[in-house]
């Protein structure tokens, strides 16, 4: 059964700082891993969406990478700002299933951004 | 621009009673999906569809009931609610080709006393 791991669950830095998030995965047969961003009380905005056969996505300030063949993804924000103090959560679709399961989640980084 | 519409967002039910939450897209999506999210346990797939007339288990079915008459809509029944279904709910939707992106509602927070 694959397994989504995010660390560190939570995370306090100065605004400013450029951070990363990591994301791992036990079984690297998915489809894609998404990104997504949850503020309290709030739904799941999408930030990023890495296709299997692709590196890297890039939208602003935010940069995801993917290593498929050892289960790793990261998420890059650079110039951190307190705008930016959210839940962070990561997601893959694992091939199993032909995709119908949909995404399987990790428990989220909880990010705070000092002003 | 509404994407994907779920209410209502917070509701209050007292053990044993039914209800159900609803959930609208207007993306024209053939797959849509409900999950649980509850502390410290991340999002579970409760029930998804990959189009109308078609609905299928996911990882925490039990106590809930689905069905997909229309593209547009896809609700989640609640037969007889038990505190333990307190939790909050998200819809998503999707084209069905795997590799599309999931959108998603902006939840529903349901408390059962």
């Known amino acids: 059964k694959q397994e989504v791991t995010q660390i560190p669950a939570a995370l306090s830095v100065p605004e400013g700082e450029n951070l990363v998030l990591n994301c791992s995965f036990t079984d690297s047969a998915i489809y894609n891993l998404q990104w997504f961003r949850q503020d309290p009380g709030k739904g799941l905005t999408s930030l990023l969406l890495?296709?299997?056969?692709?590196r890297e996505q890039t939208s602003g300030r935010l940069n995801a990478s993917l290593d498929k063949s050892s289960g790793r993804s990261t998420l890059y924000i650079a110039a951190s700002q307190p705008g930016d103090s959210a839940t962070y959560l990561c997601a893959v679709r694992p091939v199993r299933g032909g995709g119908a399961d949909g995404l399987t989640f990790g428990k989220g980084t909880h990010l705070i951004i000092q002003p | 621009n509404a994407g994907v519409t779920q209410t209502p967002k917070f509701q209050v039910l007292k053990t044993g009673q039914s209800m159900t939450l609803q959930c609208a897209q207007d993306m024209n999506h053939e797959y849509m999906s409900w999950y649980r999210q509850d502390p410290g346990m991340g999002l579970r797939l409760i029930h998804y569809s990959v189009g109308a007339g078609i609905t299928d288990q996911g990882e925490v079915p039990n106590g809930y009931n689905v069905s997909r008459s229309t593209t547009e809509d896809f609700p989640l029944r609640l037969l007889s609610a038990a505190p333990s279904q307190t939790s909050v709910y998200f819809c998503?939707?999707?084209?069905?080709?795997?590799?599309?992106?999931?959108?998603f509602g902006d939840g529903t927070r349901l408390s059962i006393l």
């Open positions: 998503a939707s999707s084209y069905r080709q795997v590799r599309q992106p999931q959108h």
């Open positions: 890495i296709q299997s056969s692709q």
